[in-house]
């Protein structure tokens, strides 16, 4: 394994880090207090800011304007950009928009290509990913009641969505629908693009997550599509190859929110560490002193550092023999990582005490935001009973001692 870092990489990380600490952080208090479209022209000037840097777009490929990074140097920017809630967005490499370029990227016709990638890439508009719904087990998506029939050169949608982040202020959804109910259940649904302004695209609430509904970016909607009516031509990679593409999207998806949340682990944890060192609970004591903090301190750097590793090493396996060969390797970093952040967060939030409950800090948005970590993208369960398997297939017909 070689996690060296290239000549390119050493200028680059220490001016995203440096971005994200003068220019992002300084914007939390507004982020925190504000709804989110109050922000969006400070955020534009920052976009414009980051684009003249040439750091935009940081994954994605360089003839659609991005920098083209491997995953391993994809995962340190990562890192850097998740110590700010807004670091991907301002950086143009944001879920669900990231999964939807790969997938327009590898998937899509010349003409999709040029009426919605580009413009994506260049974070002119938004998109949105819209397959689970609200009443059958997203775990087992194959287990899905929308329907697309194609009619007169159109498919016509009807279905109940909900969780599709970031739909309100997008242009377009890519809609899972089954279009072959017929065939075996893996072969039965497809990949539709949907623009949001199409009739029968009813987005009817952004679902109240945690107590906050969010808005336009930060928000996730329950839609409706009643006889959504969009040309035949919308259908994204072959017919019944829905859940194939899904699966090809999930793999790097899931590396990318891993790296993200390593960058919440590194923020909450130098707040835990500055808290503790800086809060006096007695003549000449501060929380530095006590053990059991000392303890949290000590088991939260282990973790972040394991956590941070297992990552790496997924990503270097992603880069070398694609995301196929490391799926047990991404099973185990979803549940590890997502883990590992929720407890740094708990451990940073507990050692501010009534301070960590408030929104002065980031602590409590990283709290109610991120609990979702251990469900989207394969709940922590999923993953194990998955790991589990392909582990266990190695021991079939194995002799052990
Ligand atoms: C914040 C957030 C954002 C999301 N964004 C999107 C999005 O943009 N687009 C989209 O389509 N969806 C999105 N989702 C939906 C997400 O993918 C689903 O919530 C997830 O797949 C789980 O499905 P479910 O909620 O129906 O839970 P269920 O499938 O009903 O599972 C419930 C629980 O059962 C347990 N469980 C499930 N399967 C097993 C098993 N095999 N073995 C043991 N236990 C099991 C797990 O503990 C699981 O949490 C988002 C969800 C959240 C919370």
Redesign the pocket.
């Known amino acids: 394994m070689d996690f060296g870092l290239s000549e390119k990489m050493q200028v680059v990380l220490p001016l995203i880090d440096e971005f994200v600490e003068n220019e992002l952080i300084p914007l939390e208090p507004d982020f925190l207090r504000r709804p989110f479209t109050d922000l969006l022209p400070v955020i534009e000037e920052k976009r414009r800011m980051v684009k003249q840097m040439e750091l935009w777009a940081p994954n994605h490929p360089v003839e659609f304007g991005g920098m083209g990074l491997n995953l391993v140097a994809h995962g340190l920017v990562s890192e850097a950009l998740g110590r700010s809630p807004l670091g991907h967005f301002v950086f143009g490499c944001h879920a ?1 928009d990231a999964g939807n370029i790969e997938i327009l990227h590898l998937h899509g016709t010349a003409a999709q290509k040029e009426k919605y990638l580009k413009p994506l890439v260049a974070g002119e508009i938004r998109s ?5 719904e609200v009443d ?6 194959v287990l899905m009641d929308t329907t697309a029939v194609l009619e007169n050169g159109h498919w016509v949608i009807n279905g109940q ?1 909900w ?4 739909a309100d202020g997008s242009a377009f959804a890519i809609v ?1 629908a089954k279009t072959d109910p017929e065939a075996s259940p893996y072969l039965q649904a497809s990949m539709i693009i949907v623009p949001t302004d199409t009739p029968g695209f009813n987005l009817v609430r952004n679902i109240p ?1 945690m107590g906050h509904s969010g808005e336009d970016y930060f928000s ?1 909607a329950e839609i409706l599509y009643q006889n959504c009516r969009v040309p035949e031509e919308n259908l994204l990679g072959p017919r019944g190859h829905g859940f194939v593409i899904a699966q090809e999207r999930l793999g790097p998806g899931r590396i990318h929110h891993c790296m993200r949340w390593l960058g919440i682990c590194r923020r909450a944890f130098d707040l835990m560490c500055h808290r503790a060192l800086h809060r006096p609970i007695g003549p000449g004591k501060t929380l530095a002193h006590k053990q059991i903090i000392q303890s949290w301190i000590a088991e939260s750097a282990a973790e972040i550092e394991a956590a941070r590793l297992m990552v790496l090493n997924a990503a270097w396996k992603m880069d070398r023999e694609g995301s196929k060969a490391a799926r047990r390797e991404i099973s185990l970093i979803k549940f590890v990582v997502a883990n590992t952040m929720q407890r740094v967060v708990d451990r940073a939030l507990q050692v501010h005490g009534g301070l960590g409950m408030t929104d002065d800090t980031v602590l409590a948005f990283f709290y109610r935001h991120e609990r ?1 970590a ?9 993953h194990k ?1 998955s790991a589990a398997r392909q582990i266990l297939k190695g021991y079939e017909g194995r002799k052990v001692r």
């Open positions: 669900p949105c990913f819209s397959m689970t059958l087990a997203g775990s087992n998506p969505k969780y599709t982040t970031a899972m997550v996730h979702a251990r469900i989207y993208d394969g709940a922590d369960e999923v009973v």
